[in-house]
């Protein structure tokens, strides 16, 4: 017999990149807040929803009556809160959620389920690199174990967990490429709210737009990808931003996402950074040194 | 107080970086030594490349070098590998001397934390079964260095 499925919207994040809580933010047209949307999406497929929060963390805006679960295990950052709740209801099979993902959409959620077995984690691949997306995922009551286990050896990223354990690994089609993408930073937002959805069609240029020649430079994944380090490009986009929003629409390439950081003329750069001819671009996939 | 941040090919002489921050007048001399895993993820590593944006990767370090360094009132270096190395090589080194072994502890930690978030290298693994992957930096962490789950 199939497990009830709860559904646990992860709220308990500080998020100190972006400054404000990201679960109380306003990022879809129809003017509910993120909680408020992923609360809804959650309730559409699960017998019971909750909404995990840390100790002492004030109810984002929008999240009516939900049942609250606070982090009752020492071990911090998302596993807390998955943890709580598979403590709470050890028997159902739980499909997690975060509240930073705003591109996630029923059509990703019935995916999800569909692919679902009695495996103890249910996730899609990630674009980039292939190893399991856990704050999207269905948490079966298997994984309570699996999950106790790694805790109380301090291994904390569930990410981690579910590639060292095997996860059942579901790909996302082409057209929702992006549905995974999350917001962490005031840039990654400004990204969304002036470019729309990623993967959206990219505005037309107005009229014959005189194009500025820059060089862009490649590095990690983005490299292979291109199968180049470097290259020429003519563009009629005004600023760095809107460059990233051009490459990313016109060329799909996967792994031109929130997560990467721009740099002009060897030097960080914020979205709206004018565009010069001879400039010196470069995308940035997230870093991994040390 | 002293700054110094390198990206350098493999393999790292860090003889010099020792000699340069340590002082008489510093008691306190920590160091961090980031290797090589020989696995991640459950897989076993054999060999591991890393590159770096060069000339922003040393100017952010250096920046981050300066910051700690002033806010500790420590001396401190660091010099992060590039090229292809193997498990148990060294990948970065850290280093921070202080009067009192307090701030070099709190030093070089916040050193290695904010190099690894904030200055363009990136790893790629080569595994027993001959795949490869470039890595993520990962954000579930959520320890006290990196409390931003959503």
Known sequence: MKPPLRGLLLAGGRSTRMGRDKASMILRGNGQTQAANALRLLEGSCAGVFLSLREGQEKPEGCGSVEILRDAVSCGGPLAGILTAMRHDPEAAWLVLACDLPFVDAEVVSLLLAGRDDAPFTAFASAVDGLPEPLCAVYGPAALPILEEHAARGHVCP???????????????????HALENINTPRDLEMMTRFGDPGAAPPEPAGKTPGREVRLGWFGFLAEQRGRREEMLVTPAGTVGELFAELAAREGTG?????????????????????????KVVFMPPFSGG | MNVDFSI???????????????????GGFVHFEGRVRNHHAGRAVTALRYEAYRELAEKEGARIVAEISRKHGVRAAAVHAVGDLRPGDLAVWVGAAAAHREAAFAACRELIDAIKERVPVWKHETY????TSWIAGCDHAGTAGNPDHP
């Not at chain 1, 354990?165 to 057209?175: F, M, N, S």
């Not at chain 1, 031109?256 to 400039?279: I, W, Y």
């Not at chain 2, 027993?128 to 795949?131: F, I, L, P, T």
């Open chain 1, 159 to 177: 990410r981690h967990i579910m590639a060292e354990e095997g996860a059942r690994l579901l790909q996302l089609p082409a057209a929702a490429r």
């Open chain 1, 255 to 279: 792994g031109l996402t929130s997560g990467v950081r721009f740099a002009v003329n060897d030097e960080f750069a914020s979205p709206d950074h004018p565009l010069k001819a001879g400039d």
């Open chain 2, 8 to 26: 350098s090919q493999h393999p790292l002489d860090i003889t010099p970086l020792r000699e340069a921050i340590a002082s008489p007048d510093c």
């Open chain 2, 128 to 131: 027993a079964d001959g795949k």
